[in-house]
C-alpha cells in the first residue's frame, strides 16, 4: 500500500480531465477524471454499459471525446501529429477482449507483425524475438506454429498479450484479460501479469470483471459510476457506501471470491 | 557508431556494450553481433556500464548469440549495471528448449508424387461433398411437402427483393445497352447488302435465345452469389451456423434452401426483363439510326420469332439460378477459420458460377441444336 501512496504523488502516465462519451442522447461519461501513475496496475470496473470499453477506446485515440482531454505522457492524444502519434502508439501495447489476434497469420507471425512493421531485422532474429515473447508468456515454441483458430481461450489471451508485448511497451491496457477463462488458468493469467509486472516494470491498465483479478492483482481500482469515476485503492472502496460499488464489492460474488474479508487480510 | 566492442586475449575477454540498445537499434546490433569472432574459450565479462535504454529483443538477441558462439567453454558473466530484465531473460533461455530448425531438402521424386495423389484424393472428396450438399438440399425440398413450415416465406421473401427486385435497374439497363451495341454493329454490316431490315432478327434472335439470359446470370453471379457466400461464410466464422445446428435447426433448410428457392424464382424473371429491355434497345436504335419505324419493327420481330425462341432462353434460367446459388451457399459453408479463407471462397464462389453457367449455356447450345429446339 505504501509504494501505491508514494507512486499517487508521481507524474501521472495517464492523465483524463472532464471526458464526456455520448451516443446521440445518451451519455455515458459525464466528465470523467482519471489518472493513472507510472508502475501500478489500474483497474477500471462498472457495470454493463457504463462505458469501460468507450473509455479505453477514447484513451487509446480510437474515438475522440465529445468534451475534455486524454493526456498520455503529458501529451494530448487528440492533438498529436502523425509522426508523434506513430510513436505513442509503439509506446504502449494493448489486447482486446477478444484476443483481436489476426486469424490469417501463426501465433509467431502475429507477434511479429508489429516487430516486421517498425524494425526490419533479419527471419532468425524475428523468429528468436517470437520465441522471447512466447516464453515471456508461458506458452511453448510450437504454439507459435499454430493459427488463432487452433488455440484454446486461455492461449488466445496468452497470444494477444505476447503481441502486445512485442514492441517492449512501458504501458499495458488490458480488455477484460481474464474474461471466459477457467478459474485455474484466471489465476494463472493473474500470476503471469503480476511477474511480468514487476519484471519488465510494466504500468497496465485493465478493464475486468474479475473480482479475484481485481484483489489479487490491482493497487488502485476506478469504478465508473453515473458517468463519473471514483477511484481508490481496494480498502478505501469496501468501505465506500456508493450503493453500486456497496453492491459490487459486498455481494455474495464477491463473497464467494473471499472478496472484503481476505481483502483486509491481505491489504489491510 | 559501434554498440558493442571485445577486448582481450587468450581466457579472458571482456565485450563493452555501449550507445543505443534499444529496440529501434536492433538492426544495427544484429549487424555487429556477427562481427564477434567464434571459438572463444575462457571467460567474458558484458559491460553494461555505457549502455543505454536496452530493450528486451536485443538483449535477448546478444544472449543467444553469445551461447551459440561458446557453447560450454565459455563463462559468461555480466556488470556495470545490466538491464532489470537481464535475469528474467536467463531464465527463460536456461528453460528454452534448443528448438532445432527443420531442414528442407529439395522435393524428391516421392514428395511429388505423393502432391498430385493427394490432389486427386481432395478432388474426389470434394467432388463427394458436393453431391452430399446437392442432396441434403434436395431432402429439405422434399420435406417442404409434408412440413410447409420448412418453406420460411420470410427469408424466402427477403432474398427474393435482394436478389431479385434490387436487381432490376442494372439487369435492365446492361439488357438495353447490350442491344443497342449489338443492333448498332451488326447494322453496319448488314446496311452494305441493303439487308437492314435483319438487324431486327439478329436483335430479336440473339437476345431471346441467348444474351439475355446469359448476362442476367452473370450479373447475379457478382451480385448474389459473391452475397451469399459472404453472408453464410461470416456466420460460419462467427459460429452461427453451429449455433443453429445446437438449437436442432438445419443451417440447409434456414440459410441455403431460402436463397436456392428465390434465385430460381427470380433470375427467370429478371431474365423476361432483360429480354424486354434487349428488344426494346433494338427497336430504338433500328428507328434512330435505320429510320425503321416502330409498327415495321414489330411485326418483323413477329416474323422472325419461330415458338420456340422465347422459352429455349428462359428455360436455362432456373438451371444458371441453382448453379449459382448452390455454389455461392456451398463457398459459404466451406468458410472455415480465417478472414483470409472468406475472402478466397467468395472470389471463388464468383469465378466458379460463372464458369459453370458459360459451361452449362454451351451445353444447352448443343443440346438445342440437335433437338431442334
Known amino acids: 500500500m505504501a509504494a501505491s501512496i508514494a507512486a499517487t504523488a508521481a507524474v501521472p502516465v495517464i492523465r483524463v480531465r472532464g471526458l464526456v462519451s455520448r451516443f446521440g442522447a445518451q451519455v455515458v461519461h459525464n466528465g470523467l477524471d482519471m489518472d493513472v501513475v507510472p508502475n501500478e496496475i489500474f483497474g477500471i470496473v462498472g457495470g454493463s454499459g457504463t462505458g469501460k470499453t468507450v473509455l479505453l477506446r477514447t484513451i487509446l485515440g480510437l474515438r475522440s471525446p465529445d468534451a475534455g482531454t486524454v493526456e498520455m505522457y503529458g501529451q494530448d492524444v487528440q492533438r498529436l501529429a502523425a509522426v508523434d502519434r506513430s510513436s505513442l502508439v509503439r509506446s504502449y501495447g494493448v489486447t482486446f477482449q477478444n484476443g483481436a489476434l489476426i486469424s490469417s497469420l501463426t501465433v509467431a507471425q502475429n507477434i511479429q507483425l508489429p516487430l516486421r512493421e517498425y524494425y526490419p531485422a533479419s527471419e532468425s532474429t524475428l523468429e528468436e524475438l517470437a520465441d522471447l515473447n512466447l516464453a515471456l508468456v508461458g506458452l511453448a515454441h510450437d504454439d507459435g506454429k499454430k493459427f488463432p483458430s487452433q488455440l484454446s481461450g486461455g492461449m488466445v489471451k496468452r497470444a494477444a498479450l505476447a503481441r502486445a508485448l512485442a514492441l517492449e511497451p512501458k504501458l499495458l491496457f488490458l480488455d477484460e484479460p481474464t474474461a471466459g477463462l477457467d478459474p485455474i488458468s484466471a489465476a494463472a493469467f493473474d500470476e503471469l501479469l503480476l511477474y511480468l509486472h514487476s519484471q519488465l516494470r510494466l504500468t497496465v491498465v485493465m478493464i475486468t470483471h474479475d473480482l479475484d483479478t481485481l484483489f489479487l492483482t490491482c493497487s488502485r481500482v476506478g469504478v465508473i459510476v453515473d458517468g463519473h469515476m471514483i477511484t481508490d485503492t481496494l480498502d478505501g472502496l469496501l468501505q465506500n457506501q456508493t450503493p453500486w460499488i456497496r453492491d459490487y464489492f459486498h455481494g455474495a460474488r464477491a463473497r464467494a471470491a473471499g472478496g472484503p474479508a481476505a481483502a483486509k487480510d491481505t491489504h489491510g | ?373
Request: hydrophobic share 50%; charged share 15%.
Open chain 2, 1 to 373: 557508431m559501434t554498440v558493442l566492442e571485445l577486448e582481450g586475449e587468450g581466457d579472458d575477454w571482456r565485450l563493452h556494450l555501449g550507445g543505443d540498445w534499444s529496440l529501434a537499434a536492433l538492426t544495427q546490433i544484429e549487424a555487429q553481433l556477427k562481427h564477434i569472432p567464434g571459438g572463444l574459450h575462457g571467460t567474458l565479462v558484458c559491460d553494461w556500464s555505457r549502455a543505454e535504454h536496452p530493450g528486451i529483443g536485443p538483449v535477448w538477441a546478444l544472449l543467444l548469440h553469445l551461447t551459440g558462439l561458446g557453447a560450454s567453454r565459455l563463462g559468461i558473466s555480466h556488470t556495470g549495471d545490466p538491464p532489470h530484465f537481464l535475469e528474467l531473460l536467463q531464465k527463460l533461455q536456461s528453460g528454452e528448449h534448443a528448438a532445432p530448425a527443420p531442414i528442407h531438402d529439395g522435393p524428391s521424386l516421392e514428395e511429388s508424387v505423393g502432391k498430385v495423389g493427394r490432389w486427386a484424393v481432395l478432388q474426389g472428396s470434394e467432388a463427394r461433398a458436393v453431391i452430399g450438399f446437392f442432396g441434403r438440399i434436395v431432402t429439405v425440398f422434399r420435406e417442404m411437402f409434408s412440413r410447409p413450415r420448412a418453406l420460411r416465406p420470410s427469408s424466402l421473401a427477403r432474398h427474393l427483393y435482394e436478389t431479385g427486385v434490387t436487381a432490376i435497374p442494372i439487369v435492365s439497363l446492361i439488357a438495353f445497352l447490350i442491344s443497342v451495341i449489338v443492333a448498332y454493329l451488326g447494322a453496319q454490316q448488314l446496311s452494305r447488302f441493303g439487308a437492314d431490315i435483319f438487324v431486327v432478327d439478329l436483335v430479336t434472335i440473339s437476345v431471346l435465345r441467348e444474351m439475355g439470359v446469359l448476362l442476367t446470370a452473370i450479373i447475379v453471379a457478382g451480385r448474389s452469389g459473391s452475397a451469399f457466400a459472404a453472408e453464410i461464410g461470416v456466420m460460419q466464422l462467427n459460429e452461427e451456423t453451429d449455433a443453429l445446428r445446437a438449437m436442432g435447426m438445419n443451417p440447409i433448410e434456414l440459410l441455403v434452401v431460402p436463397r436456392v428457392l428465390a434465385l430460381v424464382i427470380a433470375l427467370p424473371l429478371l431474365t423476361v426483363v432483360a429480354d424486354a429491355m434487349g428488344l426494346a434497345g433494338g427497336g430504338l436504335l433500328s428507328l434512330l439510326n435505320l429510320h425503321i419505324p416502330l409498327p415495321q419493327y414489330i411485326s418483323r420481330l413477329r416474323e422472325s420469332l419461330s415458338p420456340t425462341t422465347f422459352w429455349s432462353g428462359l428455360i436455362k434460367a432456373p438451371v444458371f439460378a441453382l448453379l449459382i446459388a448452390m455454389v455461392g451457399t456451398y463457398r459459404g459453408m466451406q468458410v472455415r477459420d480465417s478472414a483470409r479463407e472468406l475472402g478466397r471462397l467468395t472470389t471463388v464462389a464468383v469465378v466458379q458460377s460463372i464458369f459453370l453457367v458459360i459451361l452449362a449455356d454451351a451445353l444447352f447450345a448443343i443440346l438445342f441444336v440437335q433437338i431442334d429446339f
